[in-house]
Structure formats: structure tokens, C-alpha cells
């Protein structure tokens, strides 16, 4: 992608409305815009950045043996009376009516659709486990939208369903979900600490929060210290074998959020008990027959008793993450992305757009680098140094190929690491091979 021709408004200047510094970077970045109070449109840096952290959650939940559909956005008020969660869930849920009258609701997450779906196609436990998921928009009317997309109304999360026929079978689930929470944060570069929740709406009674520490975090939390040296969760991860064990590993130290806080148990913990703000990135219920019995989800067991299928729920919140990955990489000057989720690999700068010489060797590493498969944003505006500096530094891709008059008389570029700002000076052969794989 040319800079001169892509469409990515930066701000110079703070925006007054951002009080954290996600949404002040993520506004200053050309990333996203408000379009009502907690709801935002992705430009496209942003929604380059979503689409990644999007892959990478679906990558994760397909190695774990869930199974990607798309439910719609609007869905209709009865099966929400079936559940009783119609009243329940008050102001939050933004109610609509269509021209005939009938009551509908943009969905504010997908229990009871999915409970509907299972009980019309499922009949016997031979068709058990099964393990289904989405990542569609939610709406929540909050009370208080703030911090940008980290507390939108609306928001885009992955949600995952689990159908089992016992208690046991429900657990495997749970634990398989719990190791690809694990893997799938780790992958976007984040410590994710999963911490004994409450349930909430949703109901049950075994639930974990994945949170990161933040300063700036909404909830306050609490954990053992040696969660922050925690390695995370390596390569291969057997999704058939007993996953009890890792499960027990992640959970066998004190962690947990503020409504589950045990002020006595934590205080044995002494000096060892860290004390935290907090960001929650993830969230996973079990809460067993609570929507099969209440929809009358059943299946025939094995001697054609009706059996209520037990069910757990997992969500994600992909947009959040975008704010939550930058709360915890980002320096004075913008973001850091990890390689994992950034919008481009590399910027390349062109110190000289009009030089001849720079303009040759500029499209050539250009040309040769999108050849290997990298994602280039390469800035051929002419504009002073500084700011083309600023703005990449302030937009923050990983590596920035820098492209001046006198080093490319003899073959020299510049070679810059965004997140440790780590300048090597290489031939235009050796930049390339580095950035390439090829040494
Ligand atoms: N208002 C919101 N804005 C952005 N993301 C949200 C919002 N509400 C929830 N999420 C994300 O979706 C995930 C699942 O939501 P859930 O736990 O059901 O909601 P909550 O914790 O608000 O009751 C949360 O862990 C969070 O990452
Ligand atoms: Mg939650």
C-alpha cells in the first residue's frame, strides 16, 4: 500500500473526548471514529488490525475443535421469554419493533439462539459434543460507554458454545476452551491471567475471566505474583488428550476478580500477592441445564430417556482487544504492534520522494518485499522526515526500511525495530534478507 493514496487521517493533536490512551492513540492513529457515543466505525488501519486479531481467534477455537457459523445481529424477543432473560436483562438490551409489530432485539449475546438451533437438529446423545461459534456484532446499551472500543455498545466478540451430555463431558469443553484462551492471547503477544469470576446474567457456576493487567483497567484484581512470570502456553497442544492438567497449572495459584476476591484466603498469599487493575479480554461459563432445561433442549440418552443437554458459554471480545493490546504496548511516541496483529509488517520510508535514485530503490524493495508475502506501507509522500518518522512511529508497525539520498549512493538503507527503537545500518540485500527470513 501507497501512503499518498491510502486513507489514513491521523491527528496531531490529542482529542480532548479519549481519557486513555488506547483511544487516544487509536483516534490519533486514523484507526477508528466515533460514530455514537459507544459506537465506531474502523477505518481501514483499524479494521486491518481487527480482521488480524479476528484470524487469530478463529485459527485458535478451529484447533480446539470448535465450529465457525454466523448468527444474525437482530433476533426475536420470544426465545428470550422462553429463557426469562427478557426482563432480566433490562435497559441493557437495545429493544426493537418492526412494522408488524412484533418484538425484536439486537442481540446483546447468543445463549438463547443457539440453544433454539441445537434443540431443532439434535436429537440423540450420539451426536454429542458438540462445540459451535460466532464472532458477529453485539449491542449493549451501556450506561456508561467509555474508554473508545475497550466499553462500546457495540462491539464484536467471539462467542462459543459447548453441548454435552454430562457434567463430565461439559468439563472437557470447558478446559478445552480454557487452553485455547491461553494460546490464542499469547499468540497477540499478552499475559492473560485467568481469574475465578462470577457469573453474572449469563448464570452458573464455575467461571474464569481472562484479564490483563493494565493500569488502566475497569475492574481491580488480585493474584499471586508468580502468574506475571508464567510462560505461556507452548506450540502443540493436544486437543484430544486430558487437558486437566494445564487447567489445574493455570488455576492452582490465587486469582481472581473483585466480586470473587477472598480477602482471607489472599491474605496468606503475603509480599507473593499482587494487587492490579485489570482489562478482561475473555470471559467462560459453565453453567450446565440452565437454557437446556428452561428451552427444553433435550436429547435421547442411550435408553431414549429425555436428557437436558449440559452447556457452557465462551466469549472473547475481539474489538476490546485492539484498545487492550495497545494499553500494553505503546511507548510516547504511539503503538508497538506485536508482529502478530499488526496492520502492516513493515513501513517503508522514502526520505526522498522525487529522487530519482531513492524513488528506484524504494519501489524495487517495495516490489521485492510484497513478493515475499509481507504487507508493506510504504510512504512515498513528499513530506519533511520528521513527520513521516512521526507518523510511523505513531502508527507503529513493527519494522521501518528507511530510505535516504546519501546512504543509497553506496547501497546502505536503514533498518529500524519500532518496539525497542534499535537502528541498524545494512545493505539494501542484507534489509531485504533480514525482513524476508533469509538471514
Ligand atoms: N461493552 C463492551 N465493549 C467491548 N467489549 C465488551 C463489552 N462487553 C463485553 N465485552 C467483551 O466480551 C467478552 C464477553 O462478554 P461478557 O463476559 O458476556 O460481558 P460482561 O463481562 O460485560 O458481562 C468480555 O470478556 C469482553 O472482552
Ligand atoms: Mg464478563
Redesign the pocket.
Known amino acids: 500500500m501507497k501512503l499518498s493514496g491510502y486513507f489514513l487521517p491521523t491527528l496531531k493533536e490529542h482529542p480532548a473526548e479519549a481519557q486513555i490512551v488506547s483511544h487516544r492513540l487509536m483516534l490519533r492513529a486514523g484507526m477508528i471514529r466515533q460514530a455514537s457515543a ?1 459506537i465506531y466505525s474502523w477505518l481501514p488501519l483499524g479494521f486491518r488490525v481487527l480482521k488480524k486479531i479476528e484470524q487469530i481467534v478463529r485459527e485458535e477455537q478451529d484447533a480446539a475443535g470448535a465450529q465457525e457459523l454466523l448468527m444474525p445481529t437482530i433476533q426475536s424477543a420470544d426465545l428470550w421469554r422462553e429463557s426469562g432473560r427478557y426482563e432480566d436483562y433490562g435497559k441493557e438490551m437495545l429493544r426493537i419493533t418492526d412494522r408488524h409489530d412484533r418484538d425484536m432485539l439486537y442481540g ?2 447468543n445463549e438463547e439462539l443457539i440453544t433454539a438451533i441445537f434443540r431443532d437438529s439434535v436429537r440423540s446423545y450420539r451426536e454429542l459434543p458438540r462445540l459451535l461459534y460466532h464472532i458477529q456484532w ?1 449491542f ?1 446499551d ?1 450506561v456508561r ?1 467509555r474508554f473508545g ?5 457495540e ?3 467471539k ?1 462459543s458454545y459447548s453441548f454435552d451430555i454430562d457434567y463430565d463431558g461439559a468439563r472437557r469443553a470447558y478446559n478445552r476452551m480454557f487452553v485455547a484462551y491461553l494460546r490464542t492471547f499469547a499468540r497477540m503477544g499478552l499475559k492473560a491471567i485467568p481469574m475465578r469470576a462470577d457469573t ?3 448464570g452458573g457456576d464455575l467461571s474464569h ?2 484479564i490483563i493487567l493494565a493500569e488502566t483497567g475497569e475492574s481491580e484484581v488480585f493474584c499471586h505474583r508468580d502468574f506475571l512470570s508464567f510462560d505461556p502456553l507452548g506450540e502443540d497442544v493436544d486437543y484430544d488428550a486430558d487437558l486437566q492438567p494445564v487447567f489445574d497449572k493455570w488455576t492452582g495459584l490465587y486469582a481472581a476478580t473483585d466480586e470473587m476476591h477472598d480477602a482471607a484466603e489472599a491474605a496468606r498469599l503475603g509480599d507473593a500477592l499482587v494487587s492490579a487493575r485489570g ?5 467462560i ?1 459453565y453453567f450446565g441445564t440452565k437454557y437446556s432445561k428452561a428451552m427444553n433442549a433435550v436429547v435421547a440418552g442411550p435408553s431414549g430417556e429425555e436428557i437436558p443437554v449440559e452447556m457452557g ?1 465462551y ?7 485492539v484498545g ?1 493490546i495497545i494499553e500494553a504496548s505503546h511507548d510516547e511516541s504511539g503503538i508497538i504492534w506485536p508482529d502478530s496483529v499488526a496492520p502492516f509488517d513493515v513501513g517503508l520510508i522514502n526520505l526522498r520522494a522525487g529522487d530519482a535514485e531513492c524513488d528506484t530503490a524504494c519501489n524495487d524493495l517495495y516490489g521485492k518485499l510484497r513478493a515475499a508475502g509481507l504487507d508493506v506501507l510504504y510512504d512515498d509522500r513528499d513530506e519533511r522526515a520528521g513527520a513521516k518518522f512521526a507518523s510511523m512511529d505513531l502508527i507503529g508497525l513493527p519494522w521501518q526500511l528507511i530510505v535516504g539520498p546519501r546512504g543509497i549512493k553506496s547501497g546502505v538503507v536503514e533498518l529500524k525495530r519500532r518496539a525497542t527503537g534499535e537502528r541498524d545500518e545494512l545493505s539494501v540485500d542484507a534489509a531485504l534478507g533480514w525482513l524476508t527470513g533469509g538471514g
Do not use: A, C, Q, Y
Request: aromatic share 8%; hydrophobic share 35%; no cysteine.
Open positions: 459507544g446483546p449475546t453485539k449493549r451501556e460507554p472500543v475497550m466499553r462500546g455498545r462491539f464484536l466478540m462467542d453474572g446474567p449469563i475471566e481472562f482489562i478482561e479480554v475473555g470471559h461459563f458459554s466469549g472473547i471480545g475481539v474489538s476490546r482487544l487492550g
